[in-house]
């Protein structure tokens, strides 16, 4: 099963929508969803301070800012 991750901040409207994006996504497309708080790692939050939300697939960045469900849906499609 393919690993979506996604890390964002507290208090981050746009990571906040990014998840309810990915949540609602997630049983139709058949993912794992993981949210990692960068404010929890000095290097985490180093490298994706002012990027937040940045949504990684299986490890690979995918988009910033926002979900693109189109590129998430064919990414997915390809690894099956």
Known sequence: MSVVTVY???Q??????A????AGL???LGF???QLDITADE???RAYFERVPV???DGDELCEYFV???VLRERLESRR
């Open 68 to 70: 693109d469900e189109a």
């Open 19 to 22: 998840v309810g994006v990915l």
């Open 32 to 34: 794992e969803l993981r």
């Open 55 to 57: 949504v990684l697939l």
């Open 26 to 28: 997630q049983a139709e």
């Open 8 to 10: 964002s901040r507290p």
């Open 12 to 17: 981050c409207h746009l990571c906040e929508e």
């Open 43 to 45: 290097a985490l939050h």
